[in-house]
């Protein structure tokens, strides 16, 4: 509690939402699962907006950075180390999955289960709750359409999974039924301009 509210007392917060198509992804996730079969675990949604994550981080690397105010110090970080924000019995947690970037989609789904699991059932060690460089948060199938939200300070961004819905789009003068899901994510104002977001 005291650092969320700390978060929101010291970061000027911004939501940007953005509404994605994600008929073609799901499609291609759920080919992947099929032709690898089980031997190679299940890939899930999250482990391919992780992947999306390093990529964006490459062109915009200042979203992958801690910002200390106090010393006025911005550091940007090459290694991905992304939180995953988890709800447990305790309250929130937030697992690291380090070094995103140098990880397949599988070890990434992988970890993201174990880091999950660890923090659920209260074996997560110190080393595992602490370093992320960015943060994801995702509501997933709970609900909601947009949310808003809180940076991890002192990261300055964080990417906010909504539910997946199908919902009417316009494809080619036509209505057309589209898996679609709301990204809502919050950035620091003093590090990352609208623009980029």
């Known amino acids: 509690a005291q650092k969320m509210q700390d978060s929101k007392r010291r970061i000027p917060h911004y939501t940007y939402v953005e509404e994605v198509d994600v008929g073609e992804l799901e499609a291609v996730r759920a080919r992947l699962n099929t032709r690898s079969g ?24 200042q979203v992958n950075a801690r910002f200390d105010d ?13 939180g995953i924000a988890t709800q447990t019995e305790a309250g929130l947690m937030v697992p690291v999955l380090r070094n995103a970037q140098a990880q397949d989609l599988w070890a990434s789904a992988a970890e993201v289960v174990r880091l999950s699991e660890a923090a659920r059932s209260g074996k997560a060690v110190r080393e595992e709750l602490t370093g992320s ?24 961004a964080i990417v906010g999974v909504n539910r997946i819905a199908m919902r009417p789009v316009i494809r080619d003068g036509a209505i057309v039924a589209r898996q679609m899901m709301n990204l809502s994510s919050s950035f620091d104002h003093r590090v990352v301009d609208g623009i980029d977001a």
Request: no cysteine; hydrophobic share 50%; glycine share 8%.
């Open 38 to 61: 089980p031997q190679r675990g299940h890939l899930t949604l999250l482990a391919l907006l992780i992947r999306a994550i390093v990529l964006a981080v490459r062109e915009f690397p």
């Open 70 to 82: 106090e010393a006025g110090l911005l550091t940007l970080h090459d290694a991905v180390h992304v």
């Open 133 to 156: 460089t960015i943060t994801l948060t995702s509501l997933g199938r709970l609900g909601g359409i947009v949310s808003t939200p809180v940076i991890n300070h002192p990261e300055v």
